[in-house]
Structure formats: C-alpha cells, structure tokens
C-alpha cells in the first residue's frame, strides 16, 4: 500500500518551495458530477502574491474540459512512492476508465474548490482559473493558488522531474548555500 | 577551473529534455554593447514544435530591459559544478558588476541571437520572443527557442532545482519506466 502522508495547512505565498524544482504533477479535476486526474510536467510559478502558477493542459486530454469548464482543479505533487501511479495516469484517459479507482488513489475533499485533493500525494494545491488570455493559442492557463495543503515530513521528499522517453530524474538530495544569499533575496 | 563540456547541435524540437524537469537556468542577454547573466527558476516548456518556453523574467532585474529592448536571450543550462556561479550570479546586478568576468564563466557567440552563450553550461538554447502578451500583467515571456546546443556526456548530468530559502534540490539519479509508455507517448 501506498504510505498516505497527514497533510497540514501550507500559506499560498510559499508554494515554489515545492513547484519550483519543476516536479511531475498530478492535476485533478471535477466537473459534471465526474472526476479525473492527469500528470503534468508543463508548469511554472508566475508570482508569489496571489500566488500564480501557469500551466500547460493539453487540449487533447479528457481535463482539458474540466478544467475549462470549471475554472479549477487541484494540483497534487506525488513523490517516489507513487511513480507507477504517476506512469499508469500519463498513459490512460479518463474517458476510458475512473483514475482514482484504477490507481488506488483516495479522493479528499477541496476547501475552496470542487475538485478532490489526492490524499496519497505530499502536497495539494487548490487553483482557480485567474487568467485564460493565452488558452486557445498555446492550451496555457494561468492558476491562481487559492489554498494549500502539505505534509511536514519528510522535509525534502523525493519528486519525479520528467525528461520525456519515458525516464524521469529524481530530486531528493540537497545542497544549501542559504548563507551566501542577500537576505532579500531569500 | 569549471570543467567546460563539449556541445553540439541538438534538435530543438527536443528541449523538454533538459527543461522540463525544472533546473534552474542561466539565462544570458545583450543590448546597446552589454551583455548580463540571470539566474531564472520560473519557466515552462509550452510546445514541441515550434519550441516554446514560458518565462518569468522580473522587472526589476537588469536583464529585463535587455530582453524586452533586444527580443532574443539565450537559457543555459548550468550543473552542480557551477552551484557557486549560479547562486552569485542570483544575488548580484548586472547594472554593478560584469557577470561573465566577475564569475569566470565564457562568452560564446551564438548562432541565431546576439546573446552570447556560456561555454561553461551543459546546455545552451538560443531563444527569440515569440509572444510578448502577458509581459506587462506578469512579466511573463514566450520564447521561441530557435537553434539548441548541448553537451553529449554526461547524459544525465546533475541540476539544481531550486526551492527558495537559499537551499537546491539535486537532480540526476534515474528511473526509466520507458516501457510502460504508450509509444505515442514517448
């Protein structure tokens, strides 16, 4: 079984620390009374307050609409633990078969929006839809991070960074330089 | 001294290769005679073909106007061996000190753009503004990249993914899952 971190409030402002490293993700959406997830490796934070995060959801996939239709979703950061989960989801549509059920994922509920947070995933972010000026042209939307959810432990959990071909790099390991930054750079 | 890898032409229908997992980057830029290194962790692949990159590139940095002014920068790709040039690079300004000598990193002359690239980097993509529509509300660039450059050895070098508080991520460790990709995933 999959280890199911306990999650705690995170602020918003703060959510790089876990998106910026340029993590696979796992989006989940709601719409119509049905539920879906995809993994996305297209993602960048915009700005720290509001906290927005750009995304690049592909037409082509069964949350595309979802999320159009909605205007939300939850971003979810999976770790190590659920690398065969983060595959078998990039790999199937939720046209064809319920995600959640098929990956033995455990939908929990939002507190701002009405997609579900993956309760198997380290982190869990809540985003609304703040800007859709570049969707048709390039399927980019720009999220706004509503609430937060993240596990405390571990500290520096081991995410999947996407390289295509079917191989990912893992970040786990740490260096800090924190003493060489300008405070107000930090 | 840096160790400086040896590149060579790279498709650049393929740069999610070394974008996509999040690494930070040295993005270098020219204008009016000057030329300035930044160190940027805000940043998308957006399409294949043509190759887009969404980018964050803060007013407040030197190289904003230099990018916005010239249209054109180049994003490289530093490793773990250049961690020190990339976090002084980060907390110092281009309108103070020439980063190329102050750092010991090289100019190289690109092919397509008047930026120059950093010999000492793995990676070097020479990228022009594609999309400059949500410059003024975020800052925020579509680039182009338009000729890419990469070392062949390492084929999975270390990079850093940063996540604020002065501390880096490192990536570099494997997992292939290549065959449980669907081939039109891959």
Redesign the interface.
């Known amino acids: 079984m999959t280890k199911t971190p306990k999650k705690s409030d995170f602020p918003v402002s703060?959510v790089?620390?876990?998106l910026?490293?340029?993590?696979i993700v796992l989006v989940s959406s709601a719409w119509d009374g049905r539920s879906n997830i995809m993994t996305m490796?297209?993602?960048?934070?915009?700005?720290f307050t509001p906290a927005?995060v750009?995304?690049?959801i592909s037409a082509g996939n069964h949350s595309f609409d979802m999320v159009r239709q909605s205007g939300e979703c939850v971003i979810n950061l999976p770790t190590?633990t659920l690398?065969?989960a983060v595959?078998?989801i990039?790999?199937t549509s939720g046209a064809e078969i319920d995600k959640f059920a098929h990956f033995g994922l455990t939908k929990e509920p939002a507190e701002k929006v009405a997609a579900p947070l993956i309760r198997e995933c380290h982190a869990s972010f809540e985003c609304r839809v703040a800007?859709d000026?570049?969707v048709d042209?390039?399927n980019?939307f720009?999220f706004e991070v509503v609430k937060a959810h993240a596990a405390v432990s571990p500290k520096?959990p081991e995410?999947?960074?996407?390289?295509?071909?079917?191989?990912?790099?893992?970040?786990?390991?740490?260096?800090?330089?924190?003493?060489?930054?300008?405070p107000e750079?930090?």
Do not use: Q
């Open positions: 703060k790089r620390r876990y910026e490293p340029g993590p490796g297209w993602h960048t934070c915009m700005e927005l750009g995304c690049v190590t690398t065969d595959v078998g990039g790999n800007d000026r570049l042209a390039y980019f720009v520096h995410t999947l960074h996407y390289t295509g071909d079917g191989v990912f790099m893992v970040s786990g390991r740490v260096i800090s330089r924190r003493s060489r930054f300008l750079m930090l």
